[in-house]
């Protein structure tokens, strides 16, 4: 089921990578979070998890509140864009930084230990990412559509031009999501500390929660440009990136009810693989893979591997 989850992932990364290419990154992750609010719900209700809402605490909705606003609403825009601006098979290697990262605060705030291997698997983490930076932002070649191979549910590419790598941009917004990503799951887990098997309900709470933030910035007139994310062109441009992620959380919550934290933990960072595999496969004219990109999404990985296996007790 890990494994699974990681695919859908990467599926919704790829699909990113095309819908980022005809509309902005924000209008994106509107669309996204809008669409997953109500598959959540169902899945909710499906579950009977909709029905034992009562038994979440007012913090514990407090606090899948903010988890949604700091996931969805920060690290998902931060990822689309970084996305839009380096590829998804860049970026996917800074998303492993969230691991030290949640580290690192554990260490700092709850007193737990760093082992040598963990240690040794951060450095390996922060290598991958500086391993696949170019010395100079590139201009890349798109190739024509017909080179590209098709997917169902992952819209078609652009037309044949250029586009170009921008990459501090790019990496400092993988860097921000990553940061949001591994903040999240501690929000979550103080949620439903005291609400065992209720891990569903809580996704739908955080993207109800996001949603209604992001519709209430619609009033504003500087954000009313993310009403954009409702025309259908753009909708359908990021429909497959909304229901792989969906896909990807219901499929992680299942595996953590069956595995343990650190092998579901493990398995989850070979989304990263597999982004740059299904880059490679569909989404050529849009991404420059390179054997430094290889070398790097393999550093990264590894050193997540080793410092989730590794972790001290």
């Not at 992750?29 to 909710?44: D, K, R, S």
């Not at 100079?136 to 024509?144: C, D, G, I, P």
């Amino acid at each position: 089921m890990a494994l699974f989850s990681a695919l859908a992932f990467s599926l919704s990364d790829v699909s990113v990578r095309r819908g980022v290419a005809r509309a902005p990154a924000s209008q994106g992750a509107f669309a996204t979070i809008l669409l997953g609010v109500p598959l959540f719900a169902i899945a909710a209700l499906v579950t009977g998890q909709l029905l034992r809402a009562g038994d979440l605490s007012g913090e514990g909705y407090l606090l899948l509140a903010l988890a949604g606003v700091v996931h969805y609403v920060a690290g998902r825009f931060f990822n689309y864009a970084a996305i839009g601006a380096i590829g998804a098979a860049r970026s996917s290697p800074v998303q492993s930084l969230a691991l030290p990262y949640s580290v690192l605060v554990a260490y700092f705030t709850l007193d737990e230990g760093v082992t040598t291997g963990m240690a040794i698997g951060m450095a390996m983490i922060l290598i991958g990412p500086a391993i696949i930076v170019e010395r100079r932002s590139a201009r890349v070649e798109v190739l024509a559509p017909e080179t590209v191979v098709e997917a169902p549910a992952i819209p078609a590419p652009p037309p044949a031009g250029q586009f170009e790598l921008r990459q501090v941009e790019g990496y400092v917004f993988a860097f921000i999501a990553a940061i949001s990503y591994g903040s999240s799951p501690v929000l979550i887990r103080a949620a439903l500390e005291d609400a065992s098997g209720l891990s569903i309900l809580g996704g739908f709470v955080s993207y109800m929660a996001a949603a209604v933030l992001l519709l209430a910035t619609l009033l504003l007139p500087q954000r009313r440009h993310l009403a954009g994310a409702l025309r259908p062109t753009v909708f359908r441009a990021f429909a497959g990136a909304g229901f792989f992620v969906f896909m990807a959380q219901v499929l992680r919550f299942v595996a953590l009810s069956l595995a343990s934290v650190a092998v579901v933990t493990t398995l989850l960072r070979f989304a990263g693989l597999f982004t740059l595999l299904l880059s490679w496969l569909f989404n050529r004219s849009l991404e420059r893979i390179t054997w430094r990109l290889v070398v790097g999404v393999l550093m990264s990985l590894a050193g997540a591997v080793l410092l989730v296996l590794t972790r001290a007790d």
